[in-house]
T-cell receptor, first 116, second 114 residues
Framework: NAGVMQNPRHLVRRRGQEARLRCSPM?????VYWYRQLPEEGLKFMVYLQKENIIDESGMPKERFSAEFPKEGPSILRIQQVVRGDSAAYFC??????????????FGEGSRLTVL | AQSVSQHNHHVILSEAASLELGCNYS??????LFWYVQYPGQHLQLLLKYFSGDPLVKGIKGFEAEFIKSKFSFNLRKPSVQWSDTAEYFCAVKYGGSQGNLIFGKGTKLSVKP
């Protein structure tokens, strides 16, 4: 009964390094969403992907951030040349399809990135 | 712009007190409404949801929420809170024309004193 699996749960990087966060959706789900949670800010939508397609990346910073959801394997959120302001909890969510379940998303436990 | 507002940043209650957390959303036509809860150190879990029909929605653990269309509100209520309800509560909206992502409020931290 695996839910949405994210790893690593905690990641520490120094400024300028790269961070890669992985997300495996629930079984049977083909849509993945990434959200960022900053203190006092709630969850901010970043990107929405289907297999091999980026559907909506309107919440992604224009530089240094990228996301993919390959045909095989987990979705990956990649942050290049990290800065202190990237420190946050990154949550992945999945759904079977946008129309199914009327929009309910199922969340993983998050990956907490700390940039030193 | 589509947005969700939660009025209370931090609410502190004693056990057995009644709870109401406010949530308002900006106009955007058809909406689906959600309340998620995040217990300390855990992921977000769905508390309840509204799609259509009866505007009073009952969720898990004795929570309920009422959709008032004229006020663009979806307030969360519980008649008698318990210490185990200590968590952060997020209101979220899916707008009818959106691709699928939810717009979240900033969250309300609830602390229940035993």
């Amino acid at each position: 009964n695996a839910g949405v699996m994210q790893n690593p749960r905690h990641l520490v990087r120094r400024r300028g390094q790269e961070a890669r966060l992985r997300c495996s959706p629930m079984k049977g789900h083909s849509h993945v969403y990434w959200y960022r949670q900053l203190p006092e800010e709630g969850l901010k939508f970043m990107v929405y992907l289907q297999k091999e397609n980026i559907i909506d990346e309107s919440g992604m910073p224009k530089e240094r951030f990228s996301a993919e959801f390959p045909k095989e394997g987990p979705s990956i959120l990649r942050i290049q040349q990290v800065v202190r302001g990237d420190s946050a909890a990154y949550f992945c969510a999945s759904s079977p399809s946008p129309g199914a379940g009327n929009g309910e998303l199922f969340f993983g436990e998050g990956s907490r990135l700390t940039v030193l | 712009a589509q947005s969700v507002s939660q009025h209370n940043h931090h609410v502190i209650l004693s056990e057995a007190a009644s709870l109401e957390l406010g949530c308002n959303y900006s106009y955007g036509g058809t909406v689906n409404l959600f309340w998620y809860v995040q217990y300390p150190g855990q992921h977000l879990q769905l508390l309840l949801k509204y799609f259509s029909g009866d505007p009073l929605v009952k969720g898990i653990k004795g929570f309920e929420a009422e959709f008032i269309k004229s006020k663009f509100s979806f307030n969360l209520r519980k008649p008698s809170v318990q210490w185990s309800d200590t968590a952060e509560y997020f209101c979220a909206v899916k707008y009818g024309g959106s691709q699928g992502n939810l717009i979240f409020g900033k969250g309300t931290k609830l602390s229940v004193k035993p």
